[in-house]
C-alpha cells in the first residue's frame, strides 16, 4: 500500500524559506509522477510543482516558478519542496500526491495517492 508522509512545514516570515519532504513508501516509484498542490482555507486545492521519477522532468505553477524547486532522492525515496521567497499568499496545506501512471497532469484527480499535507504559515 503506497503511503505518502509530508513534514516541514511551520511558520516562517515573508521573504523566507521552507523545505518540505515527501517519504514515499509501499511501491517502487521510478515510473511514477509525483506531485505537489496547496489548499488555502475556502479555496480549491491548487497545483504546485511535479517530477516525472523516471526522467526529473518538472513542472512548475507560474505562482511558484522561480521560488520554489522540487526534486527527488532516489536512495531515500523522498520527494522535496524547497520553497523560498515566500509570500503570504503560499499560506495553505501542502500535499505531496504520486500518479503511478507517470504522467504530466497538473489537476489533482490526475493522481491516485495523498499523503496527509503539512501546513505552511507565511506571516507579512
Known amino acids: 500500500q503506497v503511503q505518502l508522509v509530508e513534514s516541514g512545514g511551520g511558520l516562517v516570515q515573508a521573504g523566507g524559506s521552507l523545505r518540505l519532504s515527501c517519504a514515499a513508501s509501499?511501491?517502487?516509484?521510478?515510473?511514477?509522477?509525483m506531485g505537489w498542490f496547496r489548499q488555502a482555507p475556502g479555496k480549491e486545492r491548487e497545483f504546485v510543482a511535479l517530477i516525472l521519477w523516471s526522467t526529473v522532468h518538472t513542472y512548475y505553477a507560474d505562482s511558484v516558478k522561480g521560488r520554489f524547486t522540487i526534486s527527488t532522492d532516489n536512495a531515500k525515496n523522498t520527494v522535496y519542496l524547497q520553497m523560498s521567497s515566500l509570500k503570504s499568499e503560499d499560506t495553505a496545506v501542502y500535499y505531496c500526491a504520486a500518479d503511478r501512471y507517470g504522467r504530466n497532469f497538473a489537476t489533482p484527480n490526475g493522481y491516485d495517492y495523498w499523503g496527509q499535507g503539512t501546513q505552511v504559515t507565511v506571516s507579512s
Open positions: 509501499g511501491r517502487a516509484f521510478s515510473r511514477y509522477t
